[in-house]
Protein backbone atom coordinates (compact mmCIF):
# COMPACT_ATOMS: atom_id res chain seq x y z
CA UNK A 1 0.00 0.00 0.00
CA UNK A 2 1.38 3.35 -0.78
CA UNK A 3 2.26 5.31 2.73
CA UNK A 4 3.25 9.36 3.35
CA UNK A 5 5.46 9.97 6.03
CA UNK A 6 4.51 13.77 7.07
CA UNK A 7 7.30 15.98 9.10
CA UNK A 8 5.63 18.41 11.95
CA UNK A 9 7.49 21.16 9.26
CA UNK A 10 4.85 20.30 6.49
CA UNK A 11 7.48 18.01 4.34
CA UNK A 12 5.77 14.84 2.88
CA UNK A 13 7.89 11.92 1.81
CA UNK A 14 6.07 8.72 -0.31
CA UNK A 15 7.01 5.54 0.17
CA UNK A 16 5.71 1.38 0.80
CA UNK A 17 3.16 0.89 3.76
CA UNK A 18 3.30 -2.46 5.53
CA UNK A 19 1.19 -3.32 8.02
CA UNK A 20 -0.35 0.56 8.74
CA UNK A 21 -3.47 0.23 10.53
CA UNK A 22 -6.45 2.74 9.91
CA UNK A 23 -5.02 4.28 12.18
CA UNK A 24 -2.29 7.12 11.58
CA UNK A 25 1.06 6.46 13.48
CA UNK A 26 2.18 9.46 15.44
CA UNK A 27 5.45 9.95 17.46
CA UNK A 28 8.67 11.51 17.91
CA UNK A 29 11.02 10.62 14.63
CA UNK A 30 14.38 9.79 15.34
CA UNK A 31 17.46 8.54 13.06
CA UNK A 32 20.01 5.34 14.04
CA UNK A 33 23.22 5.76 11.38
CA UNK A 34 24.92 1.87 13.03
CA UNK A 35 25.32 0.09 9.42
CA UNK A 36 23.65 -3.29 11.58
CA UNK A 37 22.15 -4.00 15.26
CA UNK A 38 18.45 -3.35 13.67
CA UNK A 39 17.05 -5.92 16.13
CA UNK A 40 18.78 -4.40 19.23
CA UNK A 41 17.66 -0.66 17.97
CA UNK A 42 13.85 -2.52 17.77
CA UNK A 43 14.01 -3.81 21.31
CA UNK A 44 15.76 -1.05 23.48
CA UNK A 45 12.91 0.26 25.84
CA UNK A 46 14.73 3.91 25.07
CA UNK A 47 13.23 3.73 21.93
CA UNK A 48 9.75 3.68 23.50
CA UNK A 49 7.23 5.45 21.23
CA UNK A 50 9.32 6.56 19.30
CA UNK A 51 9.74 6.55 14.66
CA UNK A 52 13.31 5.91 13.85
CA UNK A 53 14.64 6.47 11.05
CA UNK A 54 17.49 3.96 9.80
CA UNK A 55 20.23 5.73 7.56
CA UNK A 56 22.29 2.35 6.03
CA UNK A 57 19.60 1.79 3.23
CA UNK A 58 19.38 -2.52 3.44
CA UNK A 59 17.65 -3.46 6.51
CA UNK A 60 16.86 -6.73 7.25
CA UNK A 61 19.74 -8.97 5.58
CA UNK A 62 20.95 -11.19 8.54
CA UNK A 63 17.02 -11.68 9.92
CA UNK A 64 15.64 -11.15 13.53
CA UNK A 65 17.53 -14.22 16.14
CA UNK A 66 15.91 -15.23 19.48
CA UNK A 67 18.94 -14.21 21.31
CA UNK A 68 19.53 -10.42 20.36
CA UNK A 69 16.80 -8.75 21.77
CA UNK A 70 17.27 -6.48 23.87
CA UNK A 71 13.42 -6.31 25.87
CA UNK A 72 10.71 -8.87 25.49
CA UNK A 73 9.11 -6.88 22.00
CA UNK A 74 10.03 -4.43 19.97
CA UNK A 75 9.62 -0.93 21.73
CA UNK A 76 9.99 1.27 18.40
CA UNK A 77 6.63 3.08 17.74
CA UNK A 78 7.28 2.42 13.39
CA UNK A 79 10.06 2.40 11.36
CA UNK A 80 11.33 4.22 7.94
CA UNK A 81 13.89 2.76 5.99
CA UNK A 82 14.78 2.49 2.43
CA UNK A 83 15.06 -0.91 1.31
CA UNK A 84 13.10 -3.56 3.71
CA UNK A 85 14.53 -7.09 2.81
CA UNK A 86 12.70 -10.57 3.48
CA UNK A 87 15.77 -12.66 2.04
CA UNK A 88 17.54 -13.34 5.33
CA UNK A 89 20.82 -14.94 5.61
CA UNK A 90 21.71 -15.80 9.23
CA UNK A 91 22.17 -19.74 10.63
CA UNK A 92 20.33 -18.01 13.96
CA UNK A 93 17.61 -16.08 12.11
CA UNK A 94 14.39 -17.08 13.14
CA UNK A 95 11.76 -14.28 11.15
CA UNK A 96 12.47 -11.55 8.26
CA UNK A 97 12.52 -8.16 9.80
CA UNK A 98 9.10 -7.84 8.41
CA UNK A 99 7.76 -10.82 10.19
CA UNK A 100 8.81 -9.83 13.14
CA UNK A 101 7.30 -6.36 13.10
CA UNK A 102 3.96 -7.51 11.50
CA UNK A 103 3.43 -9.83 14.62
CA UNK A 104 3.77 -6.73 16.74
CA UNK A 105 1.39 -4.59 14.46
CA UNK A 106 4.71 -2.13 14.11
CA UNK A 107 4.12 -0.44 10.84
CA UNK A 108 7.21 -0.14 7.96
CA UNK A 109 7.70 2.57 5.40
CA UNK A 110 10.13 1.58 3.25
CA UNK A 111 11.36 2.70 -0.15
CA UNK A 112 11.07 6.33 1.33
CA UNK A 113 14.36 9.00 0.59
CA UNK A 114 15.89 8.47 4.07
CA UNK A 115 18.60 10.48 3.24
CA UNK A 116 16.80 13.46 2.50
CA UNK A 117 14.36 13.15 5.81
CA UNK A 118 17.95 12.60 7.95
CA UNK A 119 18.87 15.92 6.51
CA UNK A 120 15.95 17.49 7.03
CA UNK A 121 16.02 15.89 10.83
CA UNK A 122 19.77 17.23 10.95
CA UNK A 123 18.65 20.97 9.95
CA UNK A 124 15.32 21.46 11.81
CA UNK A 125 16.18 19.07 14.35
CA UNK A 126 13.87 15.70 15.80
CA UNK A 127 10.24 16.60 15.06
CA UNK A 128 6.66 15.29 15.69
CA UNK A 129 5.86 12.47 12.40
CA UNK A 130 3.12 11.10 11.46
CA UNK A 131 2.83 7.47 8.93
CA UNK A 132 -0.39 7.08 7.12
CA UNK A 133 -2.14 5.94 4.27
CA UNK A 134 -3.48 9.65 3.28
CA UNK A 135 -1.07 12.14 1.12
CA UNK A 136 -2.48 15.19 3.27
CA UNK A 137 -3.51 15.79 6.76
CA UNK A 138 -6.07 18.00 8.27
CA UNK A 139 -3.73 18.63 11.27
CA UNK A 140 0.20 18.45 11.71
CA UNK A 141 1.50 15.42 13.49
CA UNK A 142 0.74 16.03 17.26
CA UNK A 143 4.30 16.73 19.41
CA UNK A 144 2.39 15.41 22.17
CA UNK A 145 4.28 12.18 22.84
CA UNK A 146 3.27 9.60 25.29
CA UNK A 147 5.74 9.36 28.75
CA UNK A 148 7.28 5.85 27.85
CA UNK A 149 9.08 5.11 31.01
CA UNK A 150 5.87 4.56 32.62
CA UNK A 151 5.15 1.47 30.08
CA UNK A 152 8.68 -0.01 29.98
CA UNK A 153 9.31 -0.77 33.65
CA UNK A 154 8.04 -4.22 34.98
CA UNK A 155 6.40 -3.98 38.46
CA UNK A 156 8.36 -6.22 40.30
CA UNK A 157 12.34 -7.06 41.51
CA UNK A 158 13.71 -9.94 40.27
CA UNK A 159 16.95 -11.40 40.89
CA UNK A 160 19.33 -12.63 38.41
CA UNK A 161 22.53 -14.93 39.12
CA UNK A 162 24.34 -15.72 42.99
CA UNK A 163 27.37 -14.15 42.29
CA UNK A 164 29.38 -12.79 45.74
CA UNK A 165 28.74 -8.79 45.13
CA UNK A 166 24.96 -7.69 44.64
CA UNK A 167 24.40 -4.70 42.61
CA UNK A 168 20.69 -2.83 42.97
CA UNK A 169 19.46 -2.27 38.56
CA UNK A 170 17.66 0.34 38.90
CA UNK A 171 15.22 -0.30 36.21
CA UNK A 172 13.99 2.55 34.24
CA UNK A 173 13.50 0.45 31.22
CA UNK A 174 16.99 -1.32 31.20
CA UNK A 175 18.27 -2.92 28.04
CA UNK A 176 19.40 -7.13 28.81
CA UNK A 177 23.09 -6.20 27.93
CA UNK A 178 23.19 -4.23 30.98
CA UNK A 179 22.03 -7.32 33.07
CA UNK A 180 23.87 -9.54 30.93
CA UNK A 181 27.19 -7.39 31.37
CA UNK A 182 26.96 -7.97 35.15
CA UNK A 183 26.08 -11.09 35.43
CA UNK A 184 29.46 -12.04 32.77
CA UNK A 185 31.52 -10.40 35.70
CA UNK A 186 30.35 -12.31 38.47
CA UNK A 187 27.59 -10.16 39.97
CA UNK A 188 24.34 -10.87 41.55
CA UNK A 189 21.82 -8.37 40.06
CA UNK A 190 18.45 -7.62 41.61
CA UNK A 191 16.28 -4.88 39.12
CA UNK A 192 14.39 -2.90 40.57
CA UNK A 193 11.16 -0.88 39.41
CA UNK A 194 12.30 2.88 39.86
CA UNK A 195 9.24 3.06 41.89
CA UNK A 196 10.03 0.69 44.16
CA UNK A 197 13.64 2.57 45.16
CA UNK A 198 12.28 2.13 48.70
CA UNK A 199 13.26 -1.63 48.71
CA UNK A 200 16.91 -0.61 47.64
CA UNK A 201 18.27 -0.75 51.31
CA UNK A 202 16.87 -4.25 52.30
CA UNK A 203 18.74 -5.52 49.34
CA UNK A 204 21.61 -4.35 51.07
CA UNK A 205 23.23 -4.44 47.55
CA UNK A 206 26.69 -4.03 47.05
CA UNK A 207 26.41 -1.08 44.23
CA UNK A 208 23.77 0.53 42.19
CA UNK A 209 23.54 0.67 38.39
CA UNK A 210 20.81 3.03 37.26
CA UNK A 211 20.14 2.14 33.86
CA UNK A 212 19.02 3.73 30.55
CA UNK A 213 15.43 4.44 29.70
CA UNK A 214 12.89 6.68 27.49
CA UNK A 215 12.06 10.25 27.47
CA UNK A 216 13.18 13.14 28.79
CA UNK A 217 14.74 12.71 31.94
CA UNK A 218 13.00 15.76 33.78
CA UNK A 219 9.91 13.76 34.03
CA UNK A 220 11.06 12.27 36.32
CA UNK A 221 11.99 14.95 38.88
CA UNK A 222 9.37 13.46 41.62
CA UNK A 223 12.43 11.01 42.10
CA UNK A 224 15.32 13.11 42.28
CA UNK A 225 15.54 13.57 45.99
CA UNK A 226 15.12 9.67 46.51
CA UNK A 227 17.97 9.07 43.21
CA UNK A 228 20.09 11.54 45.50
CA UNK A 229 19.77 9.53 48.49
CA UNK A 230 20.59 5.97 47.09
CA UNK A 231 23.38 7.56 45.18
CA UNK A 232 24.95 9.29 47.71
CA UNK A 233 24.68 5.62 49.85
CA UNK A 234 26.40 2.83 47.39
CA UNK A 235 29.15 2.78 44.80
CA UNK A 236 27.13 4.15 41.54
CA UNK A 237 27.13 3.43 37.85
CA UNK A 238 24.77 5.65 35.44
CA UNK A 239 24.08 4.62 31.98
CA UNK A 240 22.47 6.83 29.91
CA UNK A 241 18.83 7.96 31.42
CA UNK A 242 20.51 6.95 34.55
CA UNK A 243 23.49 9.10 33.79
CA UNK A 244 21.08 12.36 33.30
CA UNK A 245 18.84 11.40 36.50
CA UNK A 246 22.32 11.42 38.49
CA UNK A 247 23.38 15.04 37.18
CA UNK A 248 19.81 16.29 37.51
CA UNK A 249 19.46 14.91 40.88
CA UNK A 250 22.88 16.54 42.24
CA UNK A 251 21.59 20.40 40.95
CA UNK A 252 22.53 19.65 37.08
CA UNK A 253 21.04 20.67 34.84
CA UNK A 254 19.58 19.06 30.90
CA UNK A 255 18.60 20.08 27.83
CA UNK A 256 17.71 18.81 24.51
CA UNK A 257 20.04 18.09 21.34
CA UNK A 258 18.98 19.17 17.90
CA UNK A 259 18.40 15.37 16.75
CA UNK A 260 20.53 13.63 19.60
CA UNK A 261 23.17 10.66 19.12
CA UNK A 262 22.27 7.39 17.64
CA UNK A 263 24.74 5.40 16.39
CA UNK A 264 27.59 3.00 16.96
CA UNK A 265 30.72 5.05 16.01
CA UNK A 266 30.03 8.07 18.45
CA UNK A 267 33.53 9.40 19.93
CA UNK A 268 34.46 10.09 23.20
CA UNK A 269 37.16 11.28 25.08
CA UNK A 270 38.17 10.35 28.50
CA UNK A 271 39.33 13.07 30.48
CA UNK A 272 40.79 10.65 33.24
CA UNK A 273 43.41 8.64 30.28
CA UNK A 274 43.47 11.46 28.15
CA UNK A 275 42.24 8.84 25.32
CA UNK A 276 39.30 8.19 22.55
CA UNK A 277 37.36 5.21 22.28
CA UNK A 278 34.41 4.40 20.15
CA UNK A 279 30.95 4.40 21.64
CA UNK A 280 27.59 2.80 20.88
CA UNK A 281 24.78 5.95 21.46
CA UNK A 282 21.15 6.70 21.40
CA UNK A 283 20.01 9.99 23.42
CA UNK A 284 18.44 13.31 23.03
CA UNK A 285 19.28 14.90 25.59
CA UNK A 286 22.17 16.42 27.68
CA UNK A 287 24.11 17.40 30.92
CA UNK A 288 24.62 21.49 30.71
CA UNK A 289 27.99 21.87 31.08
CA UNK A 290 27.85 25.17 33.25
CA UNK A 291 25.25 23.65 35.40
CA UNK A 292 28.00 21.47 37.38
CA UNK A 293 29.61 24.37 38.13
CA UNK A 294 27.61 24.45 41.53
CA UNK A 295 27.51 20.92 42.18
CA UNK A 296 30.46 17.90 42.99
CA UNK A 297 29.76 16.60 40.09
CA UNK A 298 32.76 17.36 37.20
CA UNK A 299 33.11 16.06 33.60
CA UNK A 300 34.95 12.94 33.33
CA UNK A 301 33.79 12.21 29.24
CA UNK A 302 32.92 14.42 26.46
CA UNK A 303 31.88 13.51 22.64
CA UNK A 304 34.79 14.71 20.16
CA UNK A 305 31.75 16.03 17.35
CA UNK A 306 30.23 18.32 19.71
CA UNK A 307 31.91 18.88 23.00
CA UNK A 308 28.85 17.79 25.03
CA UNK A 309 29.40 15.84 28.00
CA UNK A 310 29.85 12.21 28.28
CA UNK A 311 29.96 11.27 31.45
CA UNK A 312 30.63 12.23 35.05
CA UNK A 313 32.25 11.38 38.02
CA UNK A 314 31.41 12.41 41.92
CA UNK A 315 34.32 14.72 43.90
CA UNK A 316 33.93 12.02 46.62
CA UNK A 317 31.87 9.77 45.99
CA UNK A 318 32.14 6.92 44.01
CA UNK A 319 29.96 7.75 40.91
CA UNK A 320 30.64 7.13 37.88
CA UNK A 321 28.33 7.69 34.44
CA UNK A 322 28.41 7.68 31.42
CA UNK A 323 25.85 9.04 28.58
CA UNK A 324 26.73 6.89 26.37
CA UNK A 325 26.14 2.93 25.99
CA UNK A 326 29.12 0.81 27.89
CA UNK A 327 26.66 -2.44 27.23
CA UNK A 328 26.80 -1.87 23.49
CA UNK A 329 24.60 -4.27 21.65
CA UNK A 330 24.49 -2.71 18.88
CA UNK A 331 27.98 -1.05 18.95
CA UNK A 332 31.45 -1.74 20.02
CA UNK A 333 32.48 -3.19 23.09
CA UNK A 334 35.39 -0.91 23.56
CA UNK A 335 33.89 0.83 27.00
CA UNK A 336 33.05 -2.49 28.40
CA UNK A 337 35.81 -1.55 31.03
CA UNK A 338 33.29 1.17 32.52
CA UNK A 339 31.76 -1.95 34.20
CA UNK A 340 35.08 -3.13 35.76
CA UNK A 341 35.72 0.41 36.64
CA UNK A 342 32.43 0.45 38.54
CA UNK A 343 32.97 -2.99 40.50
CA UNK A 344 36.36 -1.90 41.04
CA UNK A 345 34.85 1.13 42.87
CA UNK A 346 32.57 -1.66 44.84
CA UNK A 347 35.34 -3.76 44.99
CA UNK A 348 36.92 -0.46 47.33
CA UNK A 349 33.66 0.22 49.11
CA UNK A 350 33.39 -3.43 50.18
CA UNK A 351 37.51 -3.53 51.67
CA UNK A 352 37.98 -6.08 48.92
CA UNK A 353 40.64 -3.98 47.22
CA UNK A 354 42.44 -0.88 48.66
CA UNK A 355 41.80 1.70 45.84
CA UNK A 356 41.07 2.32 42.04
N1 LIG B 1 19.26 5.51 26.09
C1 LIG B 1 18.79 6.30 27.04
O1 LIG B 1 18.80 6.00 28.23
C2 LIG B 1 18.16 7.58 26.57
C3 LIG B 1 18.03 8.63 27.62
C4 LIG B 1 17.01 9.72 27.29
N2 LIG B 1 15.73 9.14 27.07
C5 LIG B 1 17.46 10.51 26.09
O2 LIG B 1 16.91 10.38 25.02
O3 LIG B 1 18.39 11.27 26.20
Excluded at 27 to 36: A, D, K, L, N, Y
Excluded at 110 to 116: C, F, G, P, V
Excluded at 340 to 352: N, S, T
Amino acid sequence: MKGYLHLEDGSVYTGELEHGSSKDINGEIVFFTGMSGYQEVLTDPSYKNQIVVFTYPLIGNYGINISDDESKKPQVKAVVIYECTSQYSHYEAQYSFKEYLEKWNIPIIHHIDTRAVVKKIRNHGSMAATITSKSALSEKPSTIFEDGVFEVVSDKLETYGNGEKHIALVDFGYKKSILTSLLDRGCKVTTVPFKMMDQIGDLKPDGVLLSNGPGDPEQLSNYFNQIKKVVSAYPTLGICLGHQLIALSFGAKTTKLLFGHRGANQPVFDLKTNKVFMTSQNHSYVVIKESLKDTDLSMRFYHINDDSIEGLSHKSLPVLTAQFHPEAHPGPSDSEWIFDEFLELVAVAKGDILYV
